[in-house]
């Protein structure tokens, strides 16, 4: 999927642990890590509000868009 999460990075710079994370969203562990491992197919809005609320950021800081990861995939089929 060309959607990238890069929501490990910005708990390292943040200092911030996916646990503590967790419990100031109000998201469950399972949730949370299944986005952080890039395997969600969707997130609400309200749950990306509330990420960069904590996180204070901008939702362009937890996802990004590679086109060439996509590319690839295309090009093996």
């Known amino acids: 999927m060309p ?3 890069t929501l490990d990075r910005m708990l ?12 100031r969203v109000g998201i469950t562990m399972a949730n949370l890590s299944i986005l ?3 395997k969600a197919k969707a997130v609400r809005f ?4 509330a990420l960069c609320r904590e996180l204070d950021c901008q939702p362009g800081d937890l996802l990004s868009f590679d086109d ?4 690839s995939r295309d090009a093996a089929e």
């Open 3 to 5: 959607i990238r999460v």
């Open 12 to 23: 390292l710079e943040r200092r911030m642990s996916l646990t503590e994370l967790c419990d």
């Open 36 to 38: 952080k491992t890039g």
């Open 68 to 71: 060439e990861e996509d590319d």
């Open 46 to 49: 309200s749950t990306l509000e």
